[in-house]
């Protein structure tokens, strides 16, 4: 995902999906000034993945910033609860999240939290 020439950083975490697998979900913050959506970017990483034999992503995300701890690591536990606050109000103003973009892969059914 780094390869691509319009992230600047990414992060990827797995979320429970069905039947007990891991679903991969990656966080993506832009260069400056780049300009593509959510969907262009999972379908165009998605394709590199499969074409590598790596399991696809669920989700994809576009941040702002990603979460660093005082060592410089992305806190992925941070992450996990951004995306759990997505399903829950993937309908509402994600902005405040400070999730600017998103997209589900076309073939991942989308989860219902009740």
Same mark, same amino acid.
């Given at each position: 995902?780094?390869? #691509?020439?319009?992230?600047?950083? *990414? ?6 999906? =069905? ?10 913050? +832009?260069? %400056?000034?780049? #300009?593509?959506? %959510? ?12 074409? #590598?034999?790596? $399991?696809? /992503? ?6 702002? #910033? /990603? ?13 996990? =609860?951004?995306?759990?606050?997505? +399903?829950? *109000?993937? $309908?509402?103003n994600l902005d405040s999240k400070g999730l600017h973009d998103f997209a589900y892969? %076309? ?8």
């Amino acid at each position: 995902m780094k390869n #691509n020439s319009a992230v600047a950083d *990414c992060t990827i975490i797995g979320v429970p999906k =069905e039947k007990g697998l891991d679903g991969l979900v990656a966080f993506i913050k +832009l260069k %400056a000034q780049q #300009n593509i959506t %959510a969907s262009a970017l999972i379908t165009a990483i998605n394709k590199q993945l499969l074409d #590598n034999n790596f $399991e696809p /992503l669920s989700f994809l995300g576009i941040v702002s #910033n /990603l979460p660093v701890g005082s060592t410089g690591k992305v806190l992925k536990r941070k992450l996990r =609860e951004q995306y759990q606050d997505i +399903l829950i *109000c993937a $309908e509402h103003n994600l902005d405040s999240k400070g999730l600017h973009d998103f997209a589900y892969a %076309a073939h991942i059914k989308v989860p219902v939290r009740s």
